[in-house]
């Protein structure tokens, strides 16, 4: 099993609970902003996330703000994406005039939902795009049958044509429900090796 590299964290000895919650909460901030980035999202999301998420109430915005340093139109954003996400909700909380969000706490709904919306897209795509290109050689293979180029090249499309389906089969398992199965992998090897 791999371990992370260990960090010199400051002794906790001379904080307050306060301030050790906030220095924690930053540590978790910071690796979320880096991991959702990783994916294509902004690291401002996955601060602000995480703030609300580890935050026992809603939260204001200017208090988002003041805790992630992260000026009002860089959270007023954030925020906006993160509800198009279904990644955090506005909260009304009676008396109160300013605007509160709470985090979505049910992580891998949310995780599975980004996958359908995004990736399983994409991949579709990419089958989409695959097959466009098989159909095109396949074509040109008819009508001038001695194109070996063509027949290399069509070999290969179809080697990334299967991958991207053998992709698309496992994102549309996690997308439903919530893990990836290797069935398509073990179909595709099983037919490999009934061709050979």
Known sequence: MLKAPRRSIDSSMSRTPAQTRQRAIDLAAETMGELIAFWGFKASMGRI????????????????????????????????????????ERAVLPAERKRHYRAETDVWGVVRRIVRERELRLVGRSVQRFSEAVELLEESLREHPDDEEAAFMLSRLRGLLSLARIGYQMVESFAEVGMFTLDPIRGALGRANDAS
Do not use: K
Not at 60 to 86: F, H, K, N, Y
């Open 49 to 88: 996330w995480t703030l609300l998420y580890l935050s026992s109430s809603p939260l204001p915005a200017d208090v988002i703000g003041e805790r992630t340093g992260l000026s009002a139109g860089a959270v007023s954003m954030a925020l906006t994406e993160l509800q198009q996400w279904g990644l955090c």
